[in-house]
């Protein structure tokens, strides 16, 4: 059973920066994409950014590109969210999300297992 623990979430203001791990047990991941999703109140969850567990291959949403990245490590099976430049925009609760497989899906119904989300708050 896969459990999915995320951390680091909190309060910033904009143009700060936070960095968000989720901390992965239950199984081996090398054949596992690992996701970030995002759901903002009033709003659907999107797809933030995802990672292959095995290669590091990477993809993101057009919205973050060039101000998050996604990494992972593997001798600690966490993978990280570091966001830059944040704005408000990007207040939401983010979730750690894995799916088996190596294509990153955007969308979440192909994801199985979910961490419990942490809120991120961006102030203007």
């Known amino acids: 059973q896969v459990q999915l623990v995320e951390s680091g979430g909190g309060l910033v203001q904009a143009g700060g920066s936070l960095r968000l791990s989720c901390a992965a047990s239950?199984?081996?991941?090398?054949?596992?994409?690992m996701g970030w999703f995002r759901r903002a109140p009033g709003k659907e969850r999107e797809f933030v950014a995802g990672i292959t567990w095995s290669s590091g291959r990477t993809r993101y949403a057009d919205s973050v590109k060039g101000r998050f990245t996604i990494s992972r490590d593997n001798a600690e099976n966490t993978v990280y969210l570091q966001m830059n430049s944040l704005k408000p925009e990007d207040t939401a609760v983010y979730y750690c999300?894995?799916?088996?497989?190596?294509?990153?899906?955007?969308?979440?119904?192909?994801?199985?297992?979910w961490g419990q989300g942490t809120q991120v708050t961006v102030s203007s």
């Open positions: 239950g199984r081996t991941f090398s054949s596992y994409v």
């Open positions: 999300a894995a799916a088996s497989g190596t294509f990153i899906y955007t969308l979440g119904d192909h994801y199985n297992s």
